[in-house]
């Protein structure tokens, strides 16, 4: 052993760390201060959204690219990440996805087009992969059996409550200095990560750990997973029944087999498939997908609703969903302690119940909403989601092989990133298409002029982010109109996006009985000095 390096052996041999440097819990406060700002980054920048998208002049498909973009780099790059962890080591891919994401948000605040932005949101996501499996592989090579779940809980708990707390800190930011801030942020709390990460990180190798790459793997599982994230991306442009649309779908299905046959006979895989003999494994996965399209798709909308048809600043937005963000910061503890009695099965099953019930209850908001019945569905989807984050992340990082625990972290951070942006570019789908076909209906009927086909596309933009597309000079009873018509075909979007969501949710609750407790934790640091 070098002061640098562990190589991870049983754990009555493991030898515990002295001092600072591999202590468990400076670990565990290091890696949450830099997978605080990867979560951070998921949500903080959907209340910024309309700010940047009136600053650049950008289009809704822009501003919904600059939260795709960050996703889609997290999914394909996630897996291949963990694999480097597991490789070179956590701490060495930590330190660099760190500083490589602070240095990526420094560039977005610097960019005066929505090009550069969405181009320095890739490079982010890009990093934050590096860094987010690299967490949990430290924690799991650091944390004896009877720690780990609790250590998950609080690691889990850091991301609930970052990616809740997002918005709340990005209207402070963008209502009292700007957009930019935002990303500037991260520039500080990525130096402090960096610090800590030099003195405190203790690198561990297991034994068996891969000593070559699967380098054809690492393509045509990138591949694959980004012509699927990008036909489905895509799709609302192109249409569901377009060739472009099925193109890609099928290319992804080819390269998936091609994958999956490939990793049957290299000597050292990327994905060994026996991992996914793991039933619940492969339910954790799962769950961690259908969470993230309810969680993520949903919030995408909220925030325009808050603003742009409640009419709220940036601040306010955020202090509105504060209930959201409490819940999951008292609930994630309050689950981990339930999950380490009672086993994930029944706080994952009854955490997706309370997340679908919120989600039809968001289904039912409108225009003129309380700001207490709106807590209420904010506060039953926070509960609702701890429990998940926390569970979920056991069940997968707990399943796997000790050799394998960057990979474990690389799916289960893949499968929320897929699972974000799905959710937003289905409900996305979902919003349009109910805008499109009710938008022109309800405008008649409210006895306003008719629009050529160049006005309604342009109007359906608008009204997509909750915009009512009056033009300067409009008498004010004729704007009142537009404004009523507006918002009235926003909130029909939305709700039918959030009963899907709801859907998702409910299929969700089937999903986590499938689940079990981690079978190998124990093959962690189980003689560490706690």
């Not at 052993?1 to 670990?27: E, Y």
């Not at 994930?344 to 309370?354: C, F, Q, S, T």
């Not at 929320?416 to 938008?439: H, N, P, R, Y």
Request: hydrophobic share 55%; glycine share 12%; charged share 10%.
């Amino acid at each position: 052993m070098t002061s640098q390096t562990v190589v991870d052996k049983a754990p009555q041999d493991a030898v515990p760390p002295s001092g600072l440097r591999g202590h468990p819990w400076f670990t565990l406060i290091t890696v949450a201060v830099g997978v605080m700002m990867v979560a951070l980054d998921g949500t903080i920048v959907a209340i910024a959204n309309p700010a940047i998208q009136k600053d650049l002049g950008a289009t809704f498909a822009e501003v919904q690219w600059i939260t795709n973009g960050y996703f889609l780099a997290l999914a394909v790059a996630l897996i291949t990440a963990g694999k480097l962890g597991d490789r070179f080591g956590h701490r060495q891919t930590f330190l660099i996805g760190v500083i490589g994401f602070a240095a990526a948000s420094g560039a977005i605040g610097m960019s005066s087009s929505i090009g550069l932005v969405v181009a320095f949101r890739v490079l982010q996501g890009l990093f934050g992969a590096l860094l987010m499996p690299a967490a949990l592989g430290l924690l799991r090579a650091t944390f004896p059996a009877e720690k780990l779940n609790m250590a998950i809980g609080i690691w889990g708990m850091v991301i609930g409550a970052s990616t809740a707390g997002g918005p709340i800190l990005g209207g402070v930011l963008v209502e009292h200095v700007n957009w930019q801030s935002v990303f500037f942020i991260n520039v500080p709390v990525g130096i402090l990560a960096v610090v800590l990460g030099v003195l405190i990180l203790l690198d561990h190798r297991a034994v068996n750990a891969p000593r070559s790459f699967d380098l054809l793997g690492i393509g045509l599982l990138s591949g694959a997973m980004f012509c699927l994230v990008w036909a489905l991306i895509k799709a609302p442009e192109w249409g569901w029944g377009d060739g472009r649309t099925w193109t890609f779908l099928v290319a992804s299905v080819v390269l998936f087999g091609l994958f999956a046959f490939w990793e049957t006979r290299v000597r050292e895989p990327l994905i060994p498939l026996g991992l996914f003999r793991s039933v619940p494994l492969s339910a954790g996965v799962v769950l961690m997908v259908l969470m993230a399209i309810a969680f993520m798709g949903g919030l995408f909308f909220v925030t325009f609703y808050l603003q742009n048809v409640h009419g709220m600043s940036p601040i306010d937005a955020g202090l509105h969903l504060l209930p959201l963000t409490g819940m999951m910061i008292v609930g994630s503890p309050l689950a981990g302690a339930m999950i380490t009695k009672l086993g994930p099965r029944v706080p994952l099953a009854g955490g997706m119940a309370l997340t679908a019930i919120a989600m039809y209850g968001m289904s039912t908001l409108e225009t003129d909403t309380s700001s207490g019945l709106m807590s209420i569905w904010f506060a039953l989807l926070g509960l609702g989601l701890a429990p998940v984050m926390v569970g979920a992340t056991e069940v997968i990082v707990g399943n796997a092989p000790m050799e394998l625990s960057g990979v474990a972290g690389g799916l289960q951070q893949a499968a929320m990133q897929i699972g974000g942006s799905l959710g937003t570019a289905v409900l996305g789908a979902v919003m349009a298409s109910k805008v499109d076909s009710d938008l022109a209906g309800n405008w008649t009927d409210a006895g306003l002029p008719e629009l050529t086909a160049a006005q309604e596309a342009q109007a359906a933009e608008a009204v997509q982010v909750g915009v009512a597309p009056v033009a300067p000079g409009t008498p004010d009873a004729i704007a009142a109109k537009i404004t009523d018509v507006a918002h009235d075909t926003f909130i029909s979007g939305m709700s039918l996006a959030s009963l899907v969501a709801a859907g998702v949710a409910a299929v969700a609750v089937a999903v986590a009985f499938l689940t079990k407790r981690g079978e190998n934790a124990e093959a962690g640091a189980g003689a560490a000095h706690i």
